[in-house]
């Protein structure tokens, strides 16, 4: 795709600055939502790519060279997604830790595929995302995070087994990520014999969700899967919880903020959402949640994830002994690599082998896994 030929001063100083580092230093830039309604997951994004940089730059850098960051912010906007991958683009950035929302890392990964930029997620999950690059011939598309197929095969047999005779309605907020998610869970459910009494889409960013809770009502829906974001799934529940109307929420990865808490209070207790198995208490992850605590920060949601895109790329520049993203990529889908997640390693598409799900449930405003 085409950078427009004007710069503004900032991409300039960017410019500029990465000039002047590149030759000593590996920049690689973390893409995420740093502003707008789920901000709170690029804080979470941000804060892994800086302590894994730190950690990494400590140990003595990849291959004697250090990591420097440049923090970009997409605002979860597909068309801001695209003029930050240009920003990338032109200041000669090689290696991207981002974006999150699906809705942004589609249209930004063709200008990364396009032009040998390697892209890897640390949260989106909308299959489409590594199927177009595939089918594009785009190699240094990637992503360490589990796809929604993948997760919607786990927790499709697991809804019928425990709602499977409640009426069920599917809602989605219509974003490249809540839709697909949604899409796979009631393809799910419909192949192991549920047909769900409601599917329909909500407009994200409103504040009353009165309506929608009113049709859920009026058709004794008592069981909801979300696919979505946390501030509306927020909104729904409190709602909801006012007209005394209690229905069991479950949602998938995006639920995993503090945030939910705030906007649903105790509306949210019992709130259940899918999440890939919680790492803080292995071993791999032991310095890095030391790091956490030092900054006061605690590491949930898709914080170790982006720590560990940090340490794969790294690992993947030391094993191909190259700064060429493609050669860096090819190393990656054939070969391992140590991260806080533990050792990992990618198909011929860049996705991760064997994601592996938890189901988690909110209770007194924090989440842990659900014991069965």
Known sequence: MNVRPLLSL??????????????????IAVAGPMSGPVASIGEQIRHGAE???????????????????????????????????NRILSAGIKFVDGHACSGSSIPAAEVYGENHVLMMSPASSAPKLTDDAAQNGFTTIMRLYGRDDAQGRFIGPWIKEHYGTKKIAILHDKSAYGKGLADV???????????????????????DYTAVVNRLKSAGIEFVYFGGYHTEAGLMKRQASDQNYQFQLMMGDSIATPEFWSVAGPAGEGTLFTFPADARGTDAAKAAVEQFKQINFV?????LFSYAVIQAIAGGIAKANSTDPVAVAKTLRNTSVDTVLGPISFDEKGDIKNPRYDINIWKNGQYSKLAE
């Open 51 to 85: 302590l894994a940089a730190d950690a990494i730059n400590k140990a003595g850098g990849v291959n004697g060279k250090k990591i420097v960051l440049s923090i970009q912010d997409d605002a979860c906007d597909p068309k801001q997604a695209v003029a930050v991958a």
């Open 185 to 207: 869970v009631k393809e799910s459910l419909n192949k192991a014999g549920v047909k769900e009494a409601m599917y329909e889409g909500i407009n994200p960013g409103e504040k």
């Open 10 to 27: 900032s991409l300039l100083s960017l410019l500029a600055a990465t000039g002047a580092a590149r030759a000593q230093d590996i920049t």
């Open 299 to 303: 590491p949930e949601g898709f914080s």
